[in-house]
């Protein structure tokens, strides 16, 4: 992705985000929205683009296999509505053990993230690479659409083996 002080461009608002750092080049990503006591999904592709998926406030990040595909889920919990925060879970805890899902793994970006850092800024993002390594992705947003990444860190999944988020 490049030096971590580097600022990237966001140039697409679609599904795929281009972000350009300040020199040529560029990284795609596959942006998966977050929806608060839901399960949005993602494919995760062999040899394509890494999935992007925040801001992370304690929600669940998962790679899985279903049906011989990969996906990445992010698990749309909500701590200040418990409503919503039940429903997601209950949501991603049926589908893992309902459907013929295999080799799940995931992790908690807020809760993961190896070092203490003021949660208010800068924000916490989750990318899932291509080969389903985990990392979570600390972002500063300054003016003209630009931003700098001021953290990354490799993360181990932490995800129960039964897959089931409590």
Known sequence: MGDASEEWDVLEHNSDLEFRPATPGGAKITWLKYQPGYV??????ANSMPVLTGKMSGCWVVKYSHGGNDFVAHVGTDSSNPVLNTRAKNSWNNFVTSNNTVNVTGFNPSRDWPVNIDRSSPDLYAIVDTNGNFYDLEVM????????????????STL???????
């Open 40 to 45: 949005t999904t993602a494919p995760l592709l």
């Open 160 to 166: 129960p083996a039964n897959g089931q988020i409590r």
């Open 141 to 156: 947003f300054g003016g003209n659409n630009t931003s700098s990444i001021t953290g990354f860190h490799p993360i181990v």
